[in-house]
């Protein structure tokens, strides 16, 4: 079997806290060459009877109807090193491919400026691999140009006829990884990259169905089978999403990307202990993922272990110093541990990183009070909190305190009642607070 010894460029991203590698489709979109209108117009004089866009597939699908098998190529111009050269260098390709299909019994077309499109009765992937490799010898021959060329074949698992030039097209960006003058058959990681785009287009359903044909061609496409986790773990459907993880596990007990992502579907499912274990194994195979190591550590302080949730997330803010979710997540640690000095300083950074930090503006007031701090830096402070988020319950019970210290009634009472309605019991301090205004007012 032929296949591509390079490897593509892969990057770790992360979704609503799921881990997932994906290919780097930012560098490929800015290679793709289109020719010139003027230029492509020129060259259809060359050929006048030449089919193009759907009428040409329309046109082989029906010649190919009883076809037991066929290849499929989509190819497409490299970068020019000329545009003055732009015609002639697109003259000789269109010429080398009709003598190529002549002597192949193929039969060629235009699917788009700058992209042509052939297929080969009676040959399959490999066969048109040794015919795209030769072509792409005899065009930088000529020209000292090339070509990128994508490959498919009928049969392939259930894809209908007419769907084959797509694959061919999506084998073409496939091989666009790889450089100029590549050419890269129709696989897993072919439909690998589809998904990754549609995922990236808001297209879950779409991935999902990509990742699965993928995963028809390749079951051991670990990479592939933490992708689906995440579309299903966004999707919220934690089932499929779990069995989508385990199965990249069993492929590789070493996948940190998946372990991750199980623990974290216990997690969103309401079982703790088992995404600590999930969480804590994948820190013990690579202690540099940021999202890991906060994770781990927020759930460490969420499951009152100050001490080693503070660990966790030194680390998480070693690897990421300007997230500043970590630093307020370290303040309530600290405060936990009744260090409040490194709880200030904490939050401090956390504000620092994020001004619209709301949580850390709000505990920074309490601790300021809590130190003796000038009421009113206290106060400027939690009212900084409320004002970014006013429906929180907590922020306006803090608020409230404060003002109550400093005997502003009314003030601390509109904002108790408004912790009340935002779900933070406060009915007590209410009841309390109009007493005193009664009896004050009598």
């Known amino acids: 079997m032929v296949k591509q010894r390079r490897r593509l460029v892969q990057k770790r991203d992360s979704t609503q806290h799921f881990l997932f590698s994906k290919t780097d489709t930012k560098s490929f979109k800015t290679k793709r060459t289109k020719a010139r209108e003027s230029a492509w117009k020129a060259l259809k004089k060359l050929f006048p009877d030449v089919l193009s866009g759907k009428r040409f597939i329309d046109h082989c699908v029906n010649r190919l109807e009883a076809a037991g098998k066929f290849g499929a190529m989509a190819i497409k111009m490299d970068n020019l090193t000329s545009k003055t050269e732009e015609s002639n260098t697109y003259k000789k390709i269109l010429q080398a491919l009709d003598a190529v299909c002549q002597k192949e019994n193929g039969l060629w077309g235009i699917l788009e400026p700058g992209m042509l499109g052939c297929f080969f009765p009676n040959k399959d992937e490999f066969d048109c691999y040794k015919l795209a490799r030769s072509f792409q010898k005899l065009i930088k021959n000529q020209s000292k140009e090339t070509v990128t060329i994508g490959i498919a074949a009928f049969p392939t698992l259930k894809y209908e006829k007419h769907h084959i030039l797509e694959n061919a097209c999506q084998a073409l960006e496939h091989a666009a990884f790889f450089g ?28 999902i169905e990509e990742f699965n044909q993928a995963l028809l061609l390749d079951p051991s496409n670990t990479n592939v089978h933490n992708s689906m986790g995440v579309c299903y773990g966004v999707l919220e459907d934690y089932k499929n999403a779990k069995k989508a993880f385990k199965a990249a596990v069993d492929l590789d007990p070493n996948e940190y990307m998946a372990i991750y992502n199980l623990g974290l579907v216990y997690l969103l499912s309401g079982q703790p202990g088992k995404a600590l274990k999930l969480f804590l194994k994948a820190n013990s195979i690579t202690a540099d993922v940021f999202e890991i190591a906060f994770q781990t550590g927020k759930l460490y302080l969420e499951r009152g272990e100050p001490k080693n949730a503070q660990k966790l997330l030194v680390q998480a803010s070693q690897l990421k110093p300007t997230a500043s979710a970590v630093y307020r997540y370290m303040g309530e640690c600290y405060a936990t541990m009744n260090q409040v000095d490194a709880a200030i300083a904490a939050y401090k950074r956390a504000i620092k990183q994020n001004p619209g930090d709301a949580a850390s503006l709000s505990a920074l007031g309490c601790l300021f009070d809590e130190q003796g701090e000038n009421p009113e830096i206290a106060i400027m402070f939690c009212q900084e909190s409320v004002g970014l988020s006013p429906e929180n319950g907590l922020f306006r ?20 009642k408004k912790a009340n309605k935002f779900g933070h019991d406060a009915r007590d301090f209410i009841k309390k607070i109009e007493n005193q205004i009664r009896v004050k007012a009598s």
Do not use: T
């Open 180 to 207: 100029p003058n590549s050419a890269q058959i129709f696989d897993a990681v072919s439909l690998n990259i589809s998904g990754d785009q549609l995922y990236e287009k808001g297209d879950i359903k779409g991935a």
């Open 397 to 416: 019970h803090r608020l409230g305190q404060l003002y109550l210290k400093q005997n502003h009634l009314e003030d601390a009472l509109k904002e108790f």
